[in-house]
């Protein structure tokens, strides 16, 4: 069974930085896509970033210039290198894979909390 693990959460104040990891195990799959997504108390989920191995990476117009994804796709792993961090940045951070372009996100990890304090 595919389990995606976050890790690198945790409090940080306002202007800081923290790097998120995520890592695939429990099987021999390929994704062709993984991505970041975030929820704050209140709010739905939302799309932060995502990298296609194949042509690259898209940033949500709120983290652009801030974040930065990176990954490899031969070891389905992804990191989120978050710098300049706003108290709107709070939220729970999801790691997501997608095995296929154009069909959604197959899975999905637990998720990993960011403080971020004014």
């Known amino acids: 069974q595919v389990q995606l693990v976050e890790s690198g959460g945790g409090l940080v104040q306002a202007g800081g930085s923290l790097r998120l990891s995520c890592a695939a195990s429990g099987g021999a799959f390929s994704t062709a896509t993984m991505g970041w997504f975030r929820q704050a108390p209140g709010n739905e989920r939302e799309f932060v970033a995502r990298i296609r191995w194949s042509d690259g990476t898209y940033y949500a117009d709120s983290v652009k210039g801030r974040f930065t994804i990176s990954g490899d796709g031969a070891k389905n792993t992804v990191y989120l290198r978050m710098s300049s961090l706003k108290p709107e940045d709070t939220a729970v951070y999801y790691c997501?894979?997608?095995?296929?372009?154009?069909?959604?996100?197959?899975?999905w990890g637990q998720g990993t909390q960011v403080t971020v304090s004014s």
């Open positions: 997501a894979a997608a095995k296929v372009l154009g069909t959604g996100y197959d899975y």
